[in-house]
């Protein structure tokens, strides 16, 4: 089976567990994009009774928990050495993981400390992979999942906000066509939220550094 109709079985197939496996797989070193599943989902709550799109939302923030957790465990078990050489193989590269993009995310993760796995969330090439910098370096598992499950569940509330902002202004009637127009914009829009929460966390140091002179 082949993208294409990997693709299209998951968008003629979508329920709370599709939603939850594909969002796992997404958040883990598999690549698959999260435009073909919260978009679509949140679509089609709208226009059945099957589906509702907050737990869309929960659905698929779990399954990004569930992935990254893969992740994080996979790097702390096998150390950097061994995380470096796959992603110098070829079943790395077939995974879209390279040497290149891995460093990427270990370099985000040291300047943004802990909260990386928060903000990395929102950053299209960093999401999949800054679990594992939070693995190699032995960040504390309950500290990694808050901050997973909340950048997760911001960049699939704004998925699904979108999924409904298509259902409600546009005549789109299969979920394809959904997945198509959220993939056209996705990623302009993870970066005005990496923007924005820069500048509240920002502001609320600020605050606090005010307050303690």
């Known amino acids: 089976m082949d993208s294409a109709e990997l693709f299209r079985w998951v968008l003629e197939n979508l329920n709370y567990w599709v939603v939850t496996l ?3 797989i997404e958040s883990s070193f ?5 435009e073909v599943i919260v978009p679509p989902a949140a679509w089609k709550a709208m226009t059945t009774e099957g589906m509702n799109i907050f737990l869309v939302v929960v659905f698929a923030t779990l399954g ?6 893969v992740n994080y465990y996979l790097a702390k078990w096998l150390g950097r050495p061994i995380i470096y ?3 110098d ?6 995974c879209l993981i390279t040497r290149e993009s891995v460093e990427k ?11 990386s796995t928060f903000f990395g969330r929102l950053v299209p090439a960093v999401r999949q992979l800054i679990s594992i910098p939070a693995g190699l370096s032995g960040m504390r598992l309950d500290k990694f999942l808050i901050y997973t499950t909340l950048g997760a ?4 509330s704004v998925l699904a906000l979108l999924g409904y902002l298509i259902y409600r202004y546009t005549e789109l009637k299969t979920p394809n066509d959904v997945y198509l127009l959220a993939s056209t914009y996705s990623k302009e829009i993870g970066h005005v939220l990496l923007v924005l929460a820069v500048l509240v966390v920002a502001f609320l140091i600020y605050k606090g550094w005010k307050k303690g002179k």
């Open 30 to 34: 598999i690549p698959f994009p999260s």
């Open 105 to 115: 995310a270990e370099s985000f993760f040291r300047e943004h400390g802990s909260a």
């Open 64 to 69: 990004a928990d569930i992935g990254a957790i």
């Open 153 to 156: 569940g911001v960049w699939n």
């Open 85 to 87: 050489r796959f992603a």
């Open 22 to 24: 594909f969002m796992a």
């Open 89 to 94: 193989s070829r079943i790395g590269h077939i």
